[in-house]
């Protein structure tokens, strides 16, 4: 049984921020969590709605089973991770539980090329393990494989030394903390669900304990699934479902009048504080206008947030060069932004680079001026975070004079 705090942690893992103390129930924390693994895995665009019917696919035929498996993002490659990771270039503080375990999902596709058809993922402390059998290796399409699997999960009550263990000592160990085997475990139960009851495939006289279910390639969740993952629905008091703003600074939510009363005493501070300072109306540019495009070259904002999908599609399409901006997700709702300035320009983003705005001193020196100097009050040289509004489609409302309480890690 996965606890709330295990959630939130696995949650933050795949980048999906929820408030420290958010009341948000357990049974909603876990559906979120669902709706993450299945934006992952990119579920809804794969995946048929009527279900998935292993017998109606064809065997992988599309080359090596581990290619799929390595993200084609330049920005996020699996793969040159695996190889940062084994000689030691990136610290621990650099990686996480998501991305261990896709470097898992990585050596079970590198375990199948070589004709392995069996592996145990272990904690440290063999205690924690998952034991997982490869069935078969079907095509969804061209470029995603969906691995037929059986999956057994178990905690030992205490440590046994591998070699010790019998039959499972003949298997290959692949490391993964007991974060990363929740991850696996909750993708596979998620996926066993979707196999029809009457789905047989073969199985040995010794799998009778073990689970049918499947594995696909998985992505960091798009810039889309962060900010719709990420909006934490429930009253900041009780935790039901939220249906009021805070009027003044709309920051807060609350289920009832009551509530909001309740908590008015906690949050007065910062509310007043917002709603009492200066806010400067500044008009930004597009980075497609700040940034021409060369003759013939593909446009592509792409980061590491961005699906293999997408980066296939932009990479191989026409040259697109737009000055539409971006839409707007807050409304009139206050949210963050960073600010991060150099001798000539300034660009501002959101948390999930939903909207990316420059401002150029030739173009503006008075505004280009203030947010200068806010950036350098920041704790990061030319650099620091504000609150900001949307008012039209390339203008923020930035409060310039109020520094957050606590500066975020993006």
Request: hydrophobic share 35%; glycine share 4%; charged share 25%.
């Amino acid at each position: 049984m996965t606890s709330r705090e295990e959630i939130l942690h696995i949650l933050r893992s795949l980048r999906v921020e929820l408030p420290v103390d958010s009341k948000i129930s357990e049974q909603s924390l876990l559906e979120k969590l669902y709706r993450a693994l299945d934006c992952a895995q990119l579920a809804p665009q794969r995946l048929p709605a009527s279900g998935i019917v292993p017998q109606s696919l064809f065997p992988w035929d599309r080359g090596p089973l581990r290619r799929p498996f390595c993200s084609e993002n330049s920005t996020e490659d699996i793969g040159m991770l695996s190889v940062l990771l084994s000689v030691g270039v990136l610290s621990t503080m650099e990686r996480n539980d998501f991305v261990d375990f896709r470097l898992v999902l990585l050596r079970f596709a590198e375990e199948y090329d070589k004709g392995i058809r069996s592996a145990v993922v272990r904690d440290q402390q063999p205690c924690y393990l998952t034991l997982i059998k490869f069935v078969k290796v079907l095509k969804l399409n061209d470029t995603t494989p969906l691995i037929v699997v059986l999956y057994q999960h178990a905690v030992r009550k205490s440590q046994v030394e591998p070699d010790t263990e019998g039959p499972l000592s003949s298997f290959p160990c692949v490391p993964g903390s007991r974060g990363v085997q929740q991850i696996l475990y909750l993708l596979l139960h998620r996926n066993a669900a979707r196999l029809p009851e009457a789905y047989k495939a073969p199985r040995e006289p010794d799998d009778t304990d073990m689970e049918y279910s499947f594995i696909m390639p998985t992505e960091p969740l798009s810039l889309a699934d962060l900010h719709s993952l990420s909006k934490d629905k429930a009253c900041n008091v009780c935790g039901r479902k939220a249906l009021k703003h805070c009027a003044v600074c709309e920051l807060v939510v609350y289920c009832s009048k009551d509530c909001q009363k309740q908590a008015w005493p906690s949050h007065k501070t910062q509310c007043r504080a917002l709603s009492s300072s200066v806010w400067t109306a500044i008009k930004f540019q597009s980075s497609c206008v700040t940034t021409p495009l060369s003759e013939g070259m593909p446009f592509s904002n792409t980061n590491q947030y961005t699906p293999t999908d997408e980066v296939q599609s932009t990479s191989r399409g026409p040259a697109i060069e737009t000055e539409d901006p971006p839409p707007n997700h807050y409304g009139t709702k206050p949210f963050i932004i960073k600010i991060r300035t150099s001798d000539t320009s300034v660009m501002v983003y959101d948390h999930w680079q939903t909207l990316n705005f420059w401002l150029m001193s030739s173009n503006d020196p008075v505004n280009f001026r203030r947010l200068s100097e806010a950036a350098s009050t920041g704790s990061r040289e030319m650099q620091c975070y504000r609150w900001a509004k949307r008012i039209s489609d390339l203008e923020l409302s930035v409060c310039l004079d109020l520094k957050l309480p606590e500066e975020p890690r993006w």
